[in-house]
């Protein structure tokens, strides 16, 4: 392939596409990851998953918005404060969900 052509960008216009396509890749990558962490987590608290999967599809629905996602599992990670630090980095970086250490 040609640089320049269409399914070769230029250094000018390309480099810039190709780094955003491989930082997509690797967010994707990075919730897939986080989402088999969520489950091995819960393995055992049945329902627990599910209803986290529940709150992330009513986000896409458009049912919830950011901030109560961010209640929402804030509440449903309470006891691990490192899902929450997890689930901090796909968050917009205006929503920080602060970290409690559970009760003793």
Do not use: W
């Amino acid at each position: 392939m040609e640089e320049g052509s269409p399914s070769h960008p230029s250094d000018a216009e390309g480099t810039n596409a190709y780094r955003v396509v491989d930082a997509n890749a690797y967010r994707v990558l990075d919730a897939i990851a986080f989402v088999q962490i969520v489950k091995k987590t819960f393995k055992n608290e049945e329902g627990t998953y599910e209803e986290f999967l529940n709150i992330l599809q009513s986000f896409r629905q458009g049912q919830l918005n950011t901030s109560e996602v961010e209640i929402r599992v804030n509440s449903l990670f309470s006891r691990y404060p490192h899902l929450i630090q997890g689930f901090r980095k796909f968050l917009p970086d205006k929503c920080l969900i602060s970290v409690v250490a559970p009760a003793a």
